[in-house]
């Protein structure tokens, strides 16, 4: 394996320089036109079967290197609306319009150009050692992750007819934890996330007149403390929920009362039954409030997002966990307990009814996370994914990304 | 008075037209260049002594007219930020700059158009009338009554030096009853109105972590329930008093978790002493909630408006009263409860130290607000002040206004 | 008048000496068999037609003095379950059954034996003064006012059919103010007031498995919460009602979720119109919970007892206030705002379709009263009605009760 | 091990008429005066030297047998204030004098009585056994495990002074599954547990008149809906909480409004840290609500009882396991999750230092669980501990809880 690695050393200042090329142009989902363009264009280079608009925007490429199973590989590549505050002198300046309309600061503030960099590196280390495996690797550069609509799309748009069917679906996500480690997570892995825009309905009128209004600051307020019974009360202590009303907004002065009042909610789950039992009770709560307040017309429910729950097979995962320990050392490879973040790169085995195994690999400088670690202040040192000062540090972080997931599709193809 | 009364048919029509002139051209508090324009103009033509400029945009005309005793005539001037929606051949289409740098649309949707005509009115005819009286007038052409800003404004600009020391101080406000009557109220006639900007911060993080951050979106709506007990609890039920969150404003994502919340909070009442408990309440238990989240920062207070309780003097009322009846006819002249709105006005008679009389007169066609009575639909059918679709019936209302404010002035230096 | 009232210096040892009889031995609503007796051993001592058991335990005593109109005086006469802390050598040490089987200290906490005494004393000058009115005293002993039941129990016993129909219903309440004074009130003057039990269903389960249970403490304690609202929302501040829960129980043990929860709820209205919307939205909102909770059953309203809204007659209460200032002097007759305390007196004047003049008058002794005022502690000072240290101070109580009744009776018969 | 089984065969009648006995006589903690008298009388019939009124009503028995390390078994023989509902014939009649005076039932709820006889059939096993095994038995028949005071009691009482010094902790309880099974858990395995009785106090009033009073009713709701949030908000998803309040009780008239309010609160939690921020969490939020009612007296918290966090040790657990897989078969083992339920028993180990293996056995009749389990109905089938209905099937719960004892003992001691 060393061998396969060494070719690692010709492409890392290639790969560097693309690194921050990604990090300096960052773009919003389903807008991601110069990152693909230039993902196509390398894997062309790299002669991989390329096919751009997979999905809107994403790019497929294809490696058949004789018989054998079929590894997909997956990294996504969207970025977020925050203004990037990390100071680095690559730093995205870049802004877009976001689908509201509105003008926004763009960043990769969740490390998909990353994932991009090392998915691109891989492929080149697995084509100078095609000698030593055999069989088809479907490379998806999936956009629009991060509103958890992108691999709907690619599969929608006929993702597994186009493209060879695979065996296994391999992935990995850059995460705040020390650069040079993976971390593996077995059965439910990541969590199901759902968003939903919750509009209640009053009446407006004016503030000294309650009476002739039906006041939805109060149905707002209500109703947001009547939701954490949902955690407080409907949840098993052995099960894992989170519902966060992360918006309330109603109103625009204080002596009109107004008519409407919107929440934005997310709910976070790691068992469908769970997520079920909690969905439902969140609109019930939301219904019944609404009637406690007398309104005149039922709240309105529009779902923004849905991520699914992430379950790592366990057998992939011990299998790939065997490989990665093999190359990177016991030591680099953690267990890691399920993670309360959400990803959609699950719906591909899913969808295929093949086993998915996706795992974090580290990207906080050693020294830092060693130091935050020892003060206990991880939380409040280390800048996370979606932060404005969440950046990887490329090294050791780029060499791990790119060994792992080299090493990960040797395991199922050599 | 009949005969005092007959110079109305003589400029009914010019007043007629200038009510439409100001209705068209509305200005926002402290904007009223071009209204101050037209009043001082139209003073100066009458032949007072006219002072432009009081308290940033009023305009003060004295009229003098031998010995006796000074009467402030108050008329406020100031617009709104409101859409007209009357569809009235001289509806507003005006924009402004508002205060906070946006662009609004105007209205003069509290009638303050028909207050200046019919003050403009009256002087005209006590001036035709000045043999049978004798005395002072100040007339009072207030700016920014909206924002409980003007009468404060003007007073702290010298006002009681600057002008004949009144002793007693009359006005009046057009309001959604029926047009040709006007409404007495005595002793505390408006209430107080407090409006305070309360901001509570947590601190932020992802909603999928809860336990890293603390949720000000849970906090300020507990704070909006606890803030319905001011009321149920705490003000007895022979008082009086309304709190009004008009907005409650925190977070723009649904699964980021903000770090502070805002409420809007406007408060009503009768009374000095309950005034001062239900806002010395508020305050207690926006702070026990900030608390109780477990806030590492105090909560911030700003006091955006405040409206002084407004008291008719009882025996001035009565005096005023009796005066209108006689020129208005017994019919016309209701007796009103204490209504829950509020007016500056009263500011002038408590620096002065003298009695003030304030009333409504009313401002809906007759036709049409016998009909919402007979129906009980009186709140839904008569368009309120403030809202797009308000705007006085020009007639009778400027006739009654212009007579009643010349009767009661005439009461007092005839 | 003075020489009716001299009659009163002969009775008022014995009045004196019946009134700590009957403070001794106070009796619970519907028990008040020993009262009865006594009331009607002296009313047949006097000379009266009398009819006991009406309405279980009421007594009725019916004067005839000739041709003239009928006047109704009322007194009610049971006690209240409260332990007498008052240290009066004639303070109740009795204890009684009551409804609910329990054992409980009995006490006139309420000052219904007051009632008594004044209108046997009434009575008894009225008869020595018969010369100088005619018409007809119908004098009502009634019980079980306490639970808001008697006066309904009396006239579903027929008693406007086995009587002579009242032109006018008079009656007194003694109240913590100034001894010697009475206070009249005009219009609406005492609040209705509803009770009402709810309860609300849950599931029951262990502490620690809240997702099995349906958890009624949490569903109450928002439903409190929610209460909050009908006043500081749904009544107009020119409005007036009180929503009070005065209980919540539910669960003995702190690691067993119960199945259900109780509460006790008090409302107070001055208007039918707002009394109904009220109601309305207690109701609705306890369903609303309910549902929010998930809950699996309904919840249960059960009335408790009901107390109508008193309205006094103005023309009758001017003509007896009138009378009242004659006898008593201007300076001992008050007007006061209408009491948010409830009576079922008015009943008897709205089933026979006449005026209702029913008034309060002072009981507390006139240092004791003066000083608590003057330090503004009347509250804290002055013991109330229903408070274990409340007995009115005899003199000049007792003394002003009697000539309030026997004053008022004549305005109507002389 | 068949060998030393054989010698139940023996004895399981008497154990099953000792069983029925102690069924039929259940006795409250700190009460069980006829049991330890009856386990004591056994054990020195056994041959163990005996030491009665440890930790005021627990019994310990030694039992030595040559050099060796020192084994602890632990049996809980208190019953609970429950009304048996259970139709047996040997069901429990008794009542008893709770810890308030109150007259209440007993019964054997929570299976200890098949606790006590397991131990002891297990103890003859072992003396039958004796040449397989050297070392010393120190069997702990312990009182109030129900209140979470025994454990604490006995060490107290010189526990680990007096008697030989155990180098590992073993015990067992019956459970709500299959008969014939036992359930092991390894690491944190049942739930730190503390109870709180918070007094919240008011300023009674009468209801009609709130703004004199201090709310009681509205301030426990609002802290109760307030302390939703402590496991909605405060604790991760990664992390395990329950906060139950069990009672909520204020008041006792609908208009009356009282001067305290009492709330039973338990909480569960499986580390400390945990555990630490969410008893300090409950505290914070009830002094805020207590400040936000304006409260003048701060609530008082009297901590009921704490049962610690039970953690097994894995080492121990693994080989504890082995021996009953070996013992029992290895079908009849079940791994559990960590339980939220709570018990002392894990006091020994820690005050000791040495590990703790405390499992499940099964109490349901086989044919029922299977039934309960096929229609998902397990939950509302199967009569949990301290329910009414809660009885272990005698057989084979019995024989399992000997062998599973007598195996686990062996394995440390043969």
């Known amino acids: 394996m060393d061998e396969v690695f060494r070719r690692l050393d010709d492409i890392r200042e290639d790969l560097t320089a693309l690194y921050k090329d990604l990090h300096a142009h960052p773009e919003l989902s389903f807008q991601e036109h110069r990152t693909a363009a230039e993902v196509a264009r390398r894997l062309e280079a790299l002669g991989l079967e390329v096919t751009s608009g997979v999905g809107?925007?994403?790019v497929v490429g294809v490696l058949r290197n004789g018989t054998g199973p079929t590894v997909l590989l997956r990294a996504d590549f969207d970025a977020l609306p925050v203004l990037e505050q990390t100071g680095l002198d690559y730093a995205s300046t870049q802004r877009a319009t976001a689908a509201d309309g509105s003008d926004v600061p763009v960043m990769h503030a969740c490390g998909h150009?990353?994932?991009?960099?090392s998915l691109l590196g891989a492929l080149d280390l697995l084509i100078a050692a095609r000698s030593?495996?055999?069989?088809?690797?479907?490379?998806?550069?999936?956009?629009?992750?991060?509103?958890?609509?992108?691999?709907?799309?690619?599969?929608?748009?006929g993702f597994l007819e186009r493209f060879p069917r695979p065996d296994v679906c391999l992935g990995q996500h850059v995460f705040p934890f020390q650069s040079g480690f993976v971390g593996m997570m077995?059965?439910?892995?990541?969590?199901?996330?759902?968003?939903v825009k919750i509009t209640m309905f009053g009446r407006g009128g004016h503030g000294s007149q309650p009476q002739n209004a039906i006041d939805p600051v109060v149905m707002a307020s209500a109703t947001v403390m009547r939701l954490q019974t949902v955690v407080s009360r409907e949840v098993s202590g052995d099960d894992t929920a989170v519902v966060t009303v992360g918006s309330i907004r109603a109103g625009t002065k204080e002596n009109i009362i107004p008519d409407q009042a919107e929440l934005l909610v997310n709910i976070r789950s790691f068992d469908e039954r769970v997520r079920e039992r909690v969905l439902a009770a969140v609109r019930r709560i939301v219904r019944a409030e609404a009637i406690a307040s007398g309104a005149e017309r039922e709240p309105e429910f529009e779902q923004l997002t849905r991520f699914p729950l992430l379950v790592n097979d366990p057998d992939a995962t011990s299998r790939t966990t065997g490989a990665l320990r093999a190359a990177l050392g016991d030591h680099a490879v953690l267990d890691l307990p399920p993670a309360m973040a959400s990803e959609d790169v699950g719906l591909f085995g899913s969808a295929a009814g093949v086993p998915t195994c996706y795992w974090f690999f580290g990207g906080t400088e050693p020294g830092r996370f060693q130091r935050a670690l020892a003060e206990d202040r991880v939380a409040q040192e280390v800048p996370a994914n979606h932060s404005p000062g969440f950046a990887p540090e490329i090294e050791p972080t780029l060499t791990t990304g790119v060994k792992a997931l080299t090493a990960a599709t040797l395991e199922w193809l050599a």
Chains 1, 2, 3, 4 share one sequence.
């Open 113 to 117: 150009d990353m994932h991009v960099t």
């Open 132 to 157: 030593r495996w055999s069989g088809t690797v479907v490379a998806v550069f999936q956009p629009a992750e991060e509103i958890g609509a992108g691999a709907r799309a690619m599969l929608d748009d």
């Open 186 to 195: 077995s059965g439910p892995s990541m969590s199901a996330a759902d968003s």
């Open 56 to 58: 809107r925007t994403g």
